[in-house]
Structures are given as C-alpha cells and as structure tokens.
C-alpha cells in the first residue's frame, strides 16, 4: 500500500461513505457524505435541531478528503442533496 489512505467510513455508523459533489453549494471538489438514514448523527440531529432551534432539520456526517476535515452537511430533508451522490 503506497496510497495514503483515509477511512471512508462514516465514523457515526460504520457505513461506507457515498462519494459526493454539489457544485451548487460550491462543494465542487469531492467529499464524503454518509447518506444513510439510520446513522445515529443524522438521527440525533433531527431531535437536536428541533429542541435547540425549533425547527425541522438535521445534517449528515461530511468528510473532506483532501484535508481530512470532517464538517456536518445541513439537510432539512431526507433527500436533500442525494443527486450529488456519484454513481
Ligand atoms: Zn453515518
């Protein structure tokens, strides 16, 4: 293995990241997203969110792969964002 490589796990579930890009946002680079609807940070987040801001929304676990930096991806539903997914 001469790649550097980084775990494209969601570290919240365990599940294989979608790869994901969504020029719109200016996310035109690739990143990681866990798109799974059972993941417990995206579960959590939708209790969190309508608690703390009284609103629907929740976020899905993000991971930049250049830099490694992980961020949340704000969603406020089930299928925003999923027609970045690459096939
Ligand atoms: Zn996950």
Same mark, same amino acid.
């Given at each position: ?26 996310? %035109? ?13 995206? #579960?959590?987040?939708?209790?969190? !969110? $309508? ?12 991971? %930049? ?13 089930? #299928?925003?964002?999923?027609?970045? !997914? $690459?096939?």
């Amino acid at each position: 293995m001469t790649q550097p490589s980084i775990d494209t796990n969601c570290p919240h579930c365990g599940q294989p990241m979608c790869r994901w890009t969504y020029p719109d946002l200016q996310y %035109d680079e690739l990143r990681y997203v866990c798109f799974n609807d059972e993941c417990g940070y995206y #579960v959590r987040g939708w209790a969190f !969110i $309508e608690e703390h801001y009284k609103t629907k929304a929740s976020y899905r676990h993000m991971l %930049d792969p250049q830099s490694g930096q992980t961020m949340p991806l704000r969603v406020k539903t089930a #299928v925003d964002f999923r027609d970045g !997914i $690459e096939g």
